[in-house]
Nanobody
Framework: QVQLDESGGGVVQPGGSLRLSCAASGSIFTVKAMGWYRQSPGNSRELVAI???????RYSSFAKGRFTLSRDTFLRTVHLQMDNLKPEDTAVYYC????????????????WGQGTQVTVSA
């Protein structure tokens, strides 16, 4: 089984920072893509940032200039550094990964973390 373990959520004041981390573990051959989505009450889940094939990183417009996604391929881990947080960033943040399980015939499977709460409030 593949598992995504998330950490780093919490409560911060506007303008503050948080660093989210997600580590993939289990029977993994390779991780093709890994990143973060978020969802606030009443809204659909939306992309925050994702790195694909270890080559490029895509950011949603609200994340550009404030959030930075980094990946440690060897450790199968991504970090989302979030700076200058705004109340609008309040949401549950979900780690997402496209994984080729060990032993699979190059078939990829998408996995989701349980979600970590980020609250930005004065």
């Amino acid at each position: 089984q593949v598992q995504l373990d998330e950490s780093g959520g919490g409560v911060v004041q506007p303008g503050g920072s948080l660093r989210l981390s997600c580590a993939a573990s289990g029977s993994i051959f390779t991780v093709k893509a890994m990143g973060w989505y978020r969802q606030s009450p009443g809204n659909s889940r939306e992309l925050v940032a994702i790195t694909v094939n270890g080559e490029s990183t895509r950011y949603s417009s609200f994340a550009k200039g404030r959030f930075t996604l980094s990946r440690d391929t060897f450790l199968r881990t991504v970090h989302l550094q979030m700076d200058n947080l705004k109340p609008e960033d309040t949401a549950v943040y979900y780690c997402n990964a496209e994984v080729i399980p060990r032993g699979a015939d190059l078939e990829s499977t998408e996995y989701w973390g349980q979600g970590t709460q980020v609250t930005v409030s004065a």
